[in-house]
Nanobody, 122 residues
């Protein structure tokens, strides 16, 4: 069983940066890890994912070149560095774990955190 806790969200102006962290209570070294987000009234969408070894990453087109996912297995922690933030990045951001490498699909993630709010003002 893996429990995930996100942190690092907050309010930032457009063009600013935030770094989200996801701390796991169990070992995540064999899991692919992902970040997803959900804005009010919209479905949860894929943001970024990283394989267990960090050899493979995937990004949504909307965040490519601005966001970077990374992990430190020894610390059971995954990060999402978010730069050049835009108002449309405003959402609750969720960390999740999967047995399917760097999956982009919500349905393939087994464990989810409670989310952290990111608000980008214009």
């Amino acid at each position: 069983q893996v429990q995930l806790v996100e942190s690092g969200g907050g309010l930032v102006q457009a063009g600013g940066s935030l770094k989200l962290s996801c701390a796991a209570s169990g070992r995540i070294s064999t899991y692919g890890m992902g970040w997803f987000r959900q804005a009010p009234g919209l479905e949860r969408e894929f943001v970024a994912a990283i394989s267990w070894s960090a050899s493979s990453t995937n990004y949504a087109d909307s965040v490519k070149g601005r966001f970077a996912i990374s992990r430190v297995n020894a610390k059971n922690t995954v990060y999402l560095q978010m730069n050049s933030l835009k108002p449309e990045d405003t959402a609750v951001y969720y960390c999740a774990a999967t047995q399917w490498s760097a999956s982009t699909r919500v349905a393939e993630y087994n464990y989810w955190g409670q989310g952290t709010q990111v608000t980008v003002s214009s």
